[in-house]
């Protein structure tokens, strides 16, 4: 379920995220994905670290939708190195970069998930 106030919290991170450059440790893609849900419904989910980022994402257990049909602030997956971002709105979506966040066409992705 998504907080009453999930679009005014998503802003914030994203505003906050914008400069933000990528650290390994500090600031991933996984760290950023588990803000965005945590932003969009409140809470923060339990996931389990398995071999590959797709079942990672999984274990959260939101539920798999296609990119093409994932909406504002659900988590998505581009591959080619596979890195987790948020749909900010129609077809475009962010991800960490080396500098803060970047955006891409949601058509590069491959996976997303429906949060709340």
């Known amino acids: 379920m998504r907080h009453p106030d999930w679009v005014a919290r998503l802003a914030a991170l994203l505003r ?23 932003a969009v ?7 389990r670290v398995l071999p590959s980022l797709i079942a990672s994402a999984d274990s959260a257990g939101f539920p798999r939708v296609a990119p093409l049909l994932a909406g504002t602030g659900d988590v998505v997956l581009a591959p080619d190195p596979d890195r ?12 960490v970069g080396p500098r803060g966040l970047l955006r891409a066409p949601i058509t590069h992705c ?6 709340g």
């Open 16 to 38: 906050e995220a914008e400069a933000r450059a990528f650290h390994p440790r500090e600031w991933n893609c996984a760290l950023f994905a588990l803000a965005a849900v945590e």
């Open 110 to 115: 491959t996976h997303a998930w429906r949060i």
């Open 84 to 95: 987790l971002g948020v749909v900010l709105d129609a077809g475009r979506v962010a991800f």
């Open 41 to 47: 419904t409140g809470q923060r989910p339990r996931v």
